[in-house]
């Protein structure tokens, strides 16, 4: 993880400042970040939420250009600062793309072929993001559920748009989400490089 990190040089990524051994335990030392997770102090217009996606879009690029996924993309493992800066944090969940690993992950934010543990790509981030960003422009999870077990009977229940949630959605914000949310990667906007 402190590898990684310390080759993602990025405003939008939690920067590392040094990797050491105590007692046999290893750590390492990172950028203090003050603010909240998105939609923990309510929730965010869709102005700011679109601000969101494009702010963590480009780090998640650098990752999936490097063949790694970030796995776990929720709100607790993001901060946004009072000015406005989204800083993405915690890669314990990190996997090259051509992992077939046990599924770790917020339930709630996890996509499809993660539980299932197929190959991943870039499309487990997107899906990620968008349950992120749903639950900062709504407050509500699209897919609700706190354990593993829950989540294939969760996914047979399309989530509502969120216009129907939060009035003045733009139509096309409205579309992006839901195809972010698509259960089926392959409904997902992607690019596979």
Not at 21 to 31: I, L, P, R
């Amino acid at each position: 993880e402190y590898d990684t990190l310390a080759q993602l040089s990025h405003p939008n990524v939690v920067q590392v400042y040094e990797f050491g051994v105590d007692a046999g335990t290893a750590y390492y030392t990172m950028e203090l970040v003050h603010g909240c997770h998105p939609g923990s102090g309510g929730t965010l217009s869709w102005r700011e939420v679109c601000s969101l996606l494009v702010q963590l879009g480009e780090p998640l690029a650098l990752l999936h250009s490097r063949r790694l996924v970030h796995r776990d993309l929720s709100p607790r493992n993001v901060f946004v600062r009072a000015d406005g800066v989204a800083k993405l944090i915690d890669f314990g969940a990190l996997a090259s793309m051509a992992a077939r690993q046990r599924p770790v992950g917020t339930p709630s934010c996890m996509a499809p072929e993660v539980f299932r543990r197929e190959q991943l790509d870039g499309r487990v981030d997107i899906f990620g993001l968008g349950a992120l960003a749903y639950f900062a422009l709504t407050g509500a999870q699209a897919y609700p559920t706190r354990a593993l077990a829950e989540l294939p009977q969760s996914w047979h229940v399309l989530p509502a748009a969120p216009s129907t949630l939060v009035p003045g959605v733009p139509p096309a914000l409205d579309a992006l989400l839901m195809s972010m949310l698509s259960v089926e990667k392959h409904g997902r906007p992607f690019q596979i490089a």
